[in-house]
């Protein structure tokens, strides 16, 4: 019962131009969504998160869109760097004190 | 000054063994988790400890046990380890949620135990 899906497992970009991420979830009762960044050998660390009252939310170089209606949420990168090659992953809640589903996360790899 | 620090990183042992992995937060929230990331890098809740009390507990199996001595730890024992509790192991804490914000606050991980039964 994956309620968070990431469809892509990896990514390609060239340094300097747009990463897209993307993320579907399939239960419309999510109201808060995170995104998190993850090297190797380390835990996931907390990027950038939105509310289902927003639509878009930004943080320098990386912004997320809430497409509620699609269900469907996505991180951009711009511009991308070598230094953003991670694993990323989406996670959605609803309300207080439940518990966060997390995707299967997408590994973005950033050329020089 | 790790935030949330775990060990061992790795931890590898033979099937019907009892293990266990320790957890510690310096950040002073008042809420710890632990989470399994199994082969198909699906990242699942197994339980959740705040002020000592288990508020999540999902379907795992009883030979998983969280212990928490106080605030900052929450360590995980396991007895007869299987083959299939292989995985990667992570711990996390929380804030407490703030007056009036109404979503839960985001997780702080640690590092990562990866387990290998064999």
């Known amino acids: 019962d994956q309620q968070v899906k990431q469809n892509s497992p990896s990514l390609s970009v060239q340094e300097g131009r747009i990463s897209i991420l993307n993320c579907d979830y399939t239960n419309s009762m999510f109201d808060y969504f995170l995104w998190y960044k993850k090297y190797p050998a380390e835990g996931p660390t907390f990027l950038i998160s939105i509310s289902s009252i927003k639509d878009k939310n930004e943080d320098g170089r990386f912004t997320v869109f809430l497409n509620k209606s699609a269900k469907h949420l996505s991180l951009h990168i711009v511009p991308s760097q070598p230094g953003d090659s991670a694993v990323y992953f989406c996670a959605a809640s609803r309300g207080t004190g439940n518990q966060f589903y997390f995707g299967t996360g997408t590994s973005l790899t950033v050329i020089p | 000054d790790t935030a949330v620090s775990q060990t061992p990183k790795y931890l590898v042992t033979?099937?019907?063994?009892?293990?266990?992995?320790?957890?510690?937060?310096?950040?002073?929230?008042?809420?710890?988790?632990?989470?399994?990331?199994?082969?198909?890098?699906?990242?699942?809740?197994?339980?959740?400890?705040?002020?000592?009390?288990?508020?999540?507990?999902?379907?795992?199996?009883?030979?998983?046990?969280?212990?928490?001595?106080?605030?900052?730890?929450?360590?995980?024992?396991?007895?007869?380890?299987?083959?299939?509790?292989?995985?990667?192991?992570?711990?996390?804490?929380?804030?407490?949620?703030?007056r009036g914000w109404k979503y839960n606050p985001p997780l702080h991980f640690g590092n990562g135990t990866r387990l290998t039964v064999t």
């Open chain 2, 14 to 98: 033979q099937m019907g063994n009892d293990k266990s992995i320790k957890c510690e937060q310096n950040l002073g929230h008042d809420t710890m988790y632990w989470y399994k990331q199994d082969s198909k890098k699906f990242l699942k809740i197994m339980f959740s400890y705040n002020n000592k009390e288990l508020i999540i507990n999902e379907t795992v199996p009883n030979r998983f046990s969280p212990k928490s001595p106080d605030k900052a730890h929450l360590n995980l024992h396991i007895n007869s380890l299987e083959l299939g509790d292989s995985a990667v192991y992570f711990c996390a804490s929380s804030q407490e949620q703030l």
